[in-house]
């Protein structure tokens, strides 16, 4: 927009509410916006002008804090949510779902919405931190157009608490050129390989869950065990295991992408934009097992803006919105009116939705390991081995 | 206004930033050491002695800490030394605010984005390629103990070079000529007036830069890759992954007072060290 006397109508809605909130003049205000010279024009093509703010759906605020995960919305999204409500949409972003609740737990996070994944949501209840929904105010959410095996999860005794955002899998991430071209799909061989040829070259995720879950599928235990025997036999492997690896880190993708790393634990989302920019790099779930999990929109009890909250999970919910998430961010969606709308070759990309009888052989994580200090304690004593 | 009133008065800012800041949060954080974890993480009130028993679970993050943040102090003062001597003794003054200022500069970007940059230099597309021009192939810097050396070194040398560019620049540049004039050669000129004239400097730098490394976490999270674990990287997981509160806090504890221990020996050396020389004051 080369036209000096332009202004966009996001860049104008950042000067009024700039405005009323004092932080500039009325002239400096009226000069940028060229509204000193257009007034009457403006009160045509904005009805709702008015110097108290009475913009379309401004009663909400000017403002939603959003807490999320990395590389997980379509930045353009918050902009259409913008112009179209006048709040802005403030993004902080998390490495864990023990962080989050961490965060909630010490109390005043200041969050509107966040974005907790299935295993959690129990303990959010039980510990009073989750506000149930009212659905009144979600229009654009309907139960039925969810398949069930990733909705089921917000729902606690019969009461909707988080509606679904996306699912995915945790599984292998290799870079085949330096396995004759040939993925890695298995957990045993994701740790034998590491302290044989693959050593110096793997990294595991600075997470109990999907790092001790990976330990655990090697011995063909469940992902999910709190048991001490097999707690034990995953710990010595991952002990052993330690000196091979080039890094226990959850931002995984700048290493893959630079050739220092081959082969990592690896979520849906990042296993298909690294495969879709360096195609040597293959995803794989692991034959024994590995996790299945779906995150969702959730407000947490006290939030600050509730009626801005509202507002943005059922934008989020709007299918079209929703499929410019998936293709902006690559992880699926259980929203059969979502999937509509989304090209084929998403909808048939292996990465993104696998054959059915592979999700059979994942776990959703379980509420007993977020809280079991057992496996908290096992992955310190990892890290500073 | 008696005088006393008036000292009261005076004092009264910083007593309050004392206690507000300080006093009450590092009592909070004794309580809680006696405390033990919630079901789901966080803390419920109690009076154990088990969260110090658990002590020697992290022995390994103290030993680490008190490892690496001595060498890097050392590493710090090695590198910083030479530059706050070029600065303060044979820069022209013309350009020695010039390169002062180019001595903070890096401060003025976040030190998240700079050790950021550090991966860069140091991954495998970075410094090792260069080598690998060289016929030194296969060099690994990154998430590895010097990488994070590296790192600790480049963040804290401001802080090094500042507090002995003071000392030395208070240094009356005619001692180092009478030296010479009573015939020291210049190693021996430094060995005998500059140096034991910087020591001052010298303390306050290794003081500032040991203390901040001894709760480091993030050079060692980023430039470590996790690998590398401190006291402070512990302390963040007790916290913000296992929610483990009470244990967090007597960790906290813990490091307290092996910081007091430290630093109190540190200072005896120092005054030792001084206490032949009347003209050398420390802190």
């Known amino acids: ?385 | 206004m008696t005088e006393r009133e008036r000292n009261w008065l005076l004092v009264a800012p910083a007593g309050a930033w004392l206690l507000v800041m300080l006093v009450l949060p590092l009592s909070v954080v004794l309580i809680f050491s006696f405390g033990e974890r919630a079901p789901a993480g966080g803390w419920v009130p109690a009076f154990t002695l088990e969260q110090y028993a658990n002590l020697p679970a992290r022995l390994t993050a103290f030993q680490n800490t008190l490892t690496l943040a001595p060498l890097g102090t050392l590493a710090a003062l090695i590198i910083a030394y030479p530059l706050a001597y070029q600065l303060a003794v044979r820069t022209d003054p013309k350009w020695k605010t010039i390169l002062l200022v180019l001595v903070i500069v890096p401060f003025w970007t976040s030190i998240l984005i700079r050790s950021y940059a550090w991966i860069f230099i140091l991954g495998g597309q970075g410094l090792p390629a260069l080598l690998g021009v060289f016929g030194f192939e296969g060099v690994r810097l990154i998430y590895t103990p010097f990488a994070v050396t590296v790192g600790i070194v480049y963040g804290y040398l401001p802080l090094m070079v500042f507090p002995i560019y003071v000392a030395l620049d208070r240094l009356d540049k005619r001692l180092l000529e009478a030296s010479s004039d009573l015939g020291a050669r210049p190693l021996t000129t430094f060995l005998r007036v500059t140096l034991p004239m910087s020591i001052s400097g010298i303390a306050t730098g290794c003081m500032l830069v040991f203390i901040l490394l001894m709760g480091e976490f993030l050079i060692p999270a980023l430039l470590g890759g996790g690998k590398v674990f401190f006291v402070g990287n512990a302390l963040v997981d007790l916290f913000l992954q296992s929610r483990n509160w009470a244990f967090g806090s007597a960790v906290a504890v813990m490091l307290i007072l092996v910081m007091l221990v430290t630093v109190t020996i540190y200072m005896r050396l120092i005054a030792r060290l001084s206490a032949t020389r009347e003209d050398v004051s420390i802190m």
């Open chain 1, 1 to 385: 927009m080369k036209d000096r006397s332009y202004i966009s109508k996001r860049k104008f809605m950042e000067e009024l509410r700039r405005y009323e909130k004092g932080s500039v003049t009325r002239r400096h205000f009226l000069g940028v916006t060229g509204l000193g010279t257009a007034t009457a024009v403006m009160a045509g093509a904005f009805p709702g002008l008015r110097p108290s703010s009475a913009l379309a759906g401004s009663h909400i605020g000017d403002r939603v804090v959003l807490a999320t995960w990395p590389n997980y919305h379509d930045p353009e999204n918050f902009e259409i949510f913008t112009d179209q409500t006048g709040a802005f949409t403030q993004v902080n972003v998390f490495g864990s779902n023990e962080e989050m609740l961490a965060k909630l737990q010490a109390g005043g996070s200041g969050w509107d919405v966040y974005v907790p994944t299935n295993y959690t949501i129990t303990t959010y209840v039980e510990e009073d931190l989750i506000e149930p929904l009212d659905l009144s105010k979600l229009p654009n959410y309907d139960p039925d157009a969810f398949d069930p095996r990733f909705a089921d999860a917000g729902i606690v005794d019969g009461v909707v608490y988080a509606v679904p955002k996306n699912w995915g899998t945790t599984g292998i991430a290799s870079n085949t050129s330096h396995n004759g071209g040939a993925a890695i799909d298995s957990w045993k061989d994701f740790f034998d390989r590491t302290m044989d040829d693959f050593s110096g070259r793997t990294m595991v995720h600075d997470y109990q869950l999907t790092t001790i879950g990976a330990a655990l599928n090697y011995h063909g235990y469940s992902f999910n065990s709190v048991d001490e025997a097999e707690l034990a036999d995953a710990e010595k492997l991952l002990i052993n295991v330690k000196p091979h690896l080039f890094a226990i880190t959850s931002d995984y993708q700048p290493a893959m992408r630079s050739g220092d790393a081959w082969l990592t634990i690896c979520w849906t989302g990042d296993g298909k934009q690294l495969n879709t920019d360096i195609p040597e790099i293959a995803f794989a779930l692991g034959k024994e097992g590995g996790e299945l999990w779906s995150d969702y929109y959730a407000i947490p009890k006290g939030a600050p803006h509730m009626e801005a909250a509202y507002a943005l999970i059922n934008f989020m919910l709007d299918p079209e919105v929703n499929a410019r998430e998936v293709l902006a961010h690559g992880y699926p969606v259980a929203d059969s009116r979502t999937n509509a709308l989304l090209p084929e070759e998403i909808l048939n990309d292996p990465i993104l939705y696998p054959a059915a009888e592979r999700l059979d052989a994942l776990e959703f994580g379980a509420a007993a390991t977020l809280t079991d200090p057992n496996r908290a304690e096992l992955l310190a004593r990892f890290k500073s081995a």
